[in-house]
């Protein structure tokens, strides 16, 4: 399994907040953010770990130099215009076969995400295992349609009548999302958010998991909250 991490926000909520460290950096428990997904992924069959940073990072630039990790890891500098596009630029030096992606700043439990990874792993069926919580604490949250199976038919940004999941901004998925996330590119499209959709327009078999709470960092207080969050038994 190959892994990306988008790390190429600018954190400027944390920042206006007071917090001094750049978001990847922000520690958990005296680890910082990305450092605990790079542990986690090693401990899930990770053959490479992909991340991109912005243009404005020296320090977590100067931190990644500093690893010496037991798998391949491909580092990209560039500031984007939307997440999606940070993936585009992802794709260009990940490898071919299954990955998993996700923001830096998507905070769950390991066992959690141990339990995700092994299920797609032995998924043949699906192109796409979607990470999926009925935790709903996002400003903007992206509802996900399933059918009686967890096959995903829509991504919606209202919730509908029966709504119960929400994306948890963790997507398992082969590289035959790469020619759908190029031709999005090329038609102008932007954000995660309309990708997604565009997967479900071209015919791809996703399917969702559940997972109870997946939070995000996005201010100052949240760090506290995530710290209880993965301590909690």
């Avoid at 940073?53 to 215009?81: C, H, Q, R």
């Avoid at 090329?186 to 559940?210: H, P, T, Y």
């Amino acid at each position: 399994m190959h892994y990306a991490i988008i790390a190429a926000g600018e954190g400027s909520r944390l920042a206006q907040e007071g917090v001094a460290r750049p978001k990847p950096l922000v520690e958990l428990g005296g680890e910082p953010m990305i450092m605990r997904l790079f542990n986690i992924f090693c401990r899930c069959n990770a053959e490479s770990i992909s991340v991109i940073i912005n243009d404005f990072m020296p320090e977590v630039k100067a931190f990644l130099d500093s690893l010496t990790l037991d798998v391949p890891l491909n580092v990209v500098i560039k500031s984007t215009p939307s997440s999606m596009h940070s993936f585009w630029e992802l794709s260009k030096v990940m490898k071919p076969g299954k990955f998993c992606l996700t923001t830096v700043d998507t905070i769950f439990r390991e066992d959690d995400f141990a339990r995700y990874i092994a299920a797609f792993e032995a998924d043949d069926k699906h192109d796409g295992l979607w990470a999926v919580t009925p935790f709903i604490e996002d400003e903007k949250p992206l509802y996900v349609d399933v059918d009686c199976c967890m096959n995903i038919k829509a991504f919606c940004d209202k919730p509908f009548d029966g709504a119960k999941y929400v994306s948890g901004g963790v997507y398992a998925m082969s590289d035959k999302a790469f020619p759908v996330l190029n031709q999005c590119i090329e038609a102008g499209v932007s954000r995660m958010r309309n990708f997604q959709r565009a997967l479900v327009e071209a015919g791809m078999k996703l399917k969702a998991f559940s997972i109870d709470k997946i939070i995000d960092v996005d201010h100052a207080s949240d760090i506290e909250v995530a710290q209880n969050f993965i301590n909690a038994k």
